[in-house]
């Protein structure tokens, strides 16, 4: 029993490691590694790089990737067309609805490469860990659960509920597929 | 109730000095045993606890120190990351402010001042059990925290925006609010047991003008501390409530400010200046009178001083704040209040030096650790006018300069008397003296090493090295003074080591004090060392401000309590004449459930609101238990 509980305490502790650590720079070759994403032919869903759940996924649990994230997609303009997730010239990001597939990965394939209906490819302006990033945070714009390690809101007039309060998309009603 | 001789009760004054010693024991002593001990509510055994557990803090937070200066030693140095070293100062203020010093001088005082006013337990023995549980809980969360990467790294003060919502993502900056919640409510609940004792349970003929100084700075210290924690307490909670629920309390954009932060903060963070000085005022006055061997010059003027210092502790708030763009008159008022200061401040530096001069001073360690004190804290104060100016501080402003003030103000007009005290009343609570030999060792080492290490920060500082940087390049040339100052920090943690490692082995080895070594005036000494677990087996009565002197045969004492059950005495607040018997609490192990129910609940809610109130139902329920009565005399009022 006592073994048990250290055992959870013992992983707990490294969750807790994972969640609150700044990695501000990763090694050249797993960054390599990182832009390694197997997509479908239509640029579409497949599989994360392998070393994604090796690093331990950081950019969807990581506190601080997360809020870099959404640094990013302020600083890049990603609200100009689409606003704070609502949407304008580009589509909602948070309405639990995606045109190119709900996986971090596609999503990192849509900043990186772009998409053929008005979305630019970032792959120029960012380095992939930005936009691995950005995939994270994005992801988590129209959460459907609170996540504690999600960013809340900034120092600006609000718009919506903040990220880790999820789910910020409730009051749109849920699209039928 | 009164004290009539026909009342049916067994009264002390039928029994002679040993049954009454048997019997006041019986009911009074914790018994052995973890459970016992969990239970206490002995204010020696809390105090003593307390007392350990700040220096384990000091000692954590003096590592953290030789880490800092590790990195700083050499320009560019990479002994630890940028972020660590985020994390690293700002433990090691966060942990030295709020789980030492504070803690510390209110633990000295749990375990002096019901001894100092002659009374038998302090009041509401039972908050001052949860106290001490909710202080280390804060303790265990802070370090636990950084053990984990997750330790606060936002600076001691924790400015919004830095650690609002946006700019300090995960729950960094949580921790470090949820530790100051964790912490204010263990100093407010000693704040308040603390008044009570000192206004309604002294000595009966213990007017206000014999209560000692120690108890009076105490009494102004407490009222500080009441006054100025809650500032403190909105503000970590408007910050939690910004970074957790989205509330706008330090938004510009939603009609929140950002400088709210920095008036709630400093108008708490000012006065826990004067929260931690003040107290080891009252201990250089005690400390100055018992080896000059003479009554304080101008008691009077003392007790005037503490009490004015701490009313103008309030006023002085914005001169941490001369750099935020404040209007001209505004700055130039804090200019004035924080330069007045320096009145009352004087007014006891020359108190002190004249009862020295007067007197025929006996040069014992904790007088040489007063002398250190005034020394060193003279130097702090006068780089405090310096500061007060609003031009200059513009110039130094976060520089190394406003690091070695505020160094030589805590550590010089803190530490150093803490020392002091700590060698002068280590007898007192042990039984045994720390070594006078090595006492002196101790005094020059962290006397001088204090001084090489911090002087050199001045002219860093007005050199223009800001602080809280984690490295700067060797162009700037600071790398020589910082080796300097890096290789004296040395000096000054070998002074503490010797002082820790002199407190261990004195424990047990140190030399038998007897019950009064330093031959003391006040009323702490009149009983035997370590005191029995009910102080006095008759309460003192008081003829004058130094008893121990002025009655050197025998001291009065007052009879009429019952020995069969927990009880003291209720005195008036002005004359201390008797006016009560009034139970006392017995042991009881609630508060420390009421404590962990509390820790569980502040700590969850650092993640979901719904830990307030799904939280609050164990609370409710363990204070129902601390709260129920269990049928023991105590209970009949």
Not at chain 2, 53 to 82: I, Y
Request: charged share 15%.
């Amino acid at each position: 029993m006592t073994r048990r509980l250290l055992i959870l305490a013992g992983l707990l502790a490294l969750a807790a490691c994972k969640r609150e650590q700044r990695e501000v720079r990763l090694d050249p070759p797993a960054l390599d590694a990182l832009d390694q994403v197997a997509l479908m032919p239509n640029g579409i869903g497949g599989a994360p790089p392998d070393v994604l759940p090796a690093l331990g996924r950081p950019y969807e649990t990581n506190a601080y990737q997360l809020s870099q994230g959404k640094r990013l997609y302020g600083w890049f303009n990603c609200t100009g067309c689409h606003a704070n997730g609502g949407g304008n010239v580009g589509p909602a990001l948070m309405e639990g609805w995606w045109r190119y597939g709900p996986d971090v990965q596609s999503i990192f394939a849509s900043i990186r490469d772009g998409r053929p209906h008005g979305m630019p490819a970032f792959k120029d302006k960012l380095t992939t860990e930005q936009i691995w990033q950005l995939a994270g945070y994005v992801q988590t714009i129209g959460t459907y659960a609170a996540k504690t390690a999600a960013p809340t809101r900034n120092d600006e007039m609000q718009s919506r509920p903040s990220e880790s309060r999820g789910p910020a998309g409730a009051d749109i009603a849920p699209p039928s597929r | 109730m009164s004290v009539a001789p026909e009342e049916p009760e067994v009264l002390d004054r039928r029994l002679d000095a040993a049954a009454l010693d048997r019997r006041l024991d019986a009911v009074w002593q914790t018994p052995r045993g973890l459970w016992a001990a969990l239970a206490t509510v002995d204010h020696k055994i809390i105090g003593r606890r307390y007392i350990a557990t700040a220096f384990v803090f000091l000692a954590l937070g003096g590592l953290l120190a030789v880490a800092m200066r590790l990195q700083l030693a050499r320009p560019e140095a990479r002994v630890m990351s940028a972020d660590r070293y985020n994390q690293v100062f700002t433990m090691h203020g966060a942990n030295m402010m709020f789980l030492f010093a504070v803690p510390v001088m209110e633990a000295m005082a749990v375990y002096l001042v019901p001894l100092m006013v002659g009374t038998r337990n302090i009041a509401f023995p039972r908050l001052n059990a949860f106290s001490y549980w909710m202080y280390v809980a804060g303790g265990i969360v802070l370090w636990g925290a950084f053990v984990f990467d997750m330790g606060p790294d936002i600076g001691w003060f924790a400015y919004v925006p830095l650690s609002g919502p946006q700019y300090a993502p995960g729950k960094r900056a949580d921790i470090w609010a949820q530790m100051i919640t964790f912490t204010e409510v263990s100093a407010l609940a000693v704040a308040v047991e603390l008044v009570v004792t000192i206004f309604k349970q002294r000595a009966p003929g213990m007017s206000l003008d014999r209560i000692p100084l120690f108890v009076w700075s105490m009494l102004v210290t407490s009222f500080l501390i009441i006054i100025a924690m809650p500032a403190i307490m909105v503000a970590s909670t408007s910050l939690i409530l910004d970074r957790l629920i989205g509330t706008h309390f330090f938004n510009p954009a939603e009609g929140g400010d950002v400088l709210l932060w920095q008036h709630l903060f400093w108008f708490f963070g000012h006065p826990e200046v004067y929260i931690i000085f003040l107290p080891a005022v009252g201990m250089v006055s005690t400390l100055v009178v018992t080896f000059s061997r003479r009554p304080v010059f101008g008691y009077l003027g003392l007790v005037l001083a503490v009490i004015s210092t701490g009313i103008l502790a309030f006023g002085l708030w914005v001169h941490h704040m001369f750099v935020t763009g404040l209007p001209r008159l505004g700055e130039s008022f804090f200019t004035g209040s924080s330069m007045a200061i320096a009145i009352p401040s004087g007014v006891q530096i020359f108190c002190w030096l004249a009862t020295l001069w007067s007197g025929r001073p006996v040069l014992k360690v904790p007088l040489l650790f007063v002398y250190a004190f005034l020394f060193t804290f003279v130097m702090g104060g006068m780089t405090g006018v310096m500061v007060a100016s609003v031009p200059f501080d513009t110039q130094v402003h976060d520089t190394y300069f406003v690091v070695a003030h505020f160094h030589y103000v805590l550590v010089g007009g803190a530490v150093f008397p803490l020392m002091g005290a700590v060698y002068y009343w280590f007898p007192k609570i042990t039984g045994r003296l720390m070594s006078e030999r090595v006492g002196r060792w101790v005094a020059g080492l962290v006397f001088v090493g204090f001084n090489l290490t911090f002087f050199p920060m001045h002219l860093l500082g007005l050199a223009g090295m800001p602080r809280r940087v984690y490295t700067y390049p060797a162009e700037m040339q600071w790398g020589s003074v910082n080796l300097f100052i890096s290789l004296s920090a040395l000096v000054l943690a070998s002074g503490f080591l010797l002082f820790f490692w002199d407190a261990f082995r004195s424990l047990r080895h140190g030399i038998p004090a007897g019950d009064n070594p330093w031959d003391a005036p006040t009323l702490e000494w009149a009983t035997s060392s370590p005191p029995p677990s009910y102080n006095f087996a008759r309460l003192p009565v008081v003829s004058s401000a130094y008893p121990l002197w002025d009655e050197r045969d025998a001291l009065s004492v007052a009879t009429g309590l019952r020995p069969d059950r927990r009880e003291v005495l209720v005195s008036s607040v002005a004359d201390a004449r008797p006016e009560a018997r009034e139970s006392s609490p017995r042991n009881s192990i609630w508060p420390l459930w009421t404590a962990i129910a509390t820790s569980i609940m502040l700590v969850w809610s650092i993640f979901t609101p719904w830990a307030v109130v799904w939280g609050s139902i164990p609370i409710a329920t363990a204070l129902i238990g601390w709260f129920w009565p269990k049928g023991v005399p105590e209970d009949d009022a």
